[in-house]
Nanobody, 125 residues
Framework: QVHLVESGGGLVQAGGSLRLSCAAS????????IGWFRQAPGKEREFVAG????????RYADSVKGRFSISRDNAEKMVYLHMNSLKAEDTAVYSC??????????????????WGQGTQVTVPS
């Protein structure tokens, strides 16, 4: 089992940057794929980025490719989402999620068993 806690959200102007952190506790963190998801008001939760258990593979939503980068430190049980060139449409609650590693990094909310509480990112228009 994995317990996840996000941090690093806040208010940032358009074009700015933020780094979100996802701290994990529990055993066998290095056997879990991690995904970042976001949910804007009135919208469904959507996949943003994912990283494999080893860190060798990553996957991004088209809307964030080239602007966001995901990384992890298995020794520290941390996953990061580096967000650059932020836009108003990036405003959402961002959550990290974990699931036992699989052949490919999954994008569906239902594929992940463990979730953090989320952190708010606000980019004023």
């Amino acid at each position: 089992q994995v317990h996840l806690v996000e941090s690093g959200g806040g208010l940032v102007q358009a074009g700015g940057s933020l780094r979100l952190s996802c701290a994990a506790s529990g055993s066998s963190f290095s056997t879990y794929d991690i995904g970042w998801f976001r949910q804007a008001p009135g919208k469904e939760r959507e996949f943003v980025a994912g990283i494999s258990a080893s860190g060798r593979s990553t996957r991004y939503a088209d809307s964030v490719k080239g602007r966001f980068s995901i990384s992890r430190d298995n020794a520290e049980k941390m996953v990061y989402l580096h967000m650059n060139s932020l836009k108003a449409e990036d405003t959402a609650v961002y959550s990290c999620a974990a699931e036992r590693t699989y052949l490919v990094i999954r994008r569906s909310v239902g594929d992940y068993s463990y979730w953090g509480q989320g952190t708010q990112v606000t980019v004023p228009s």
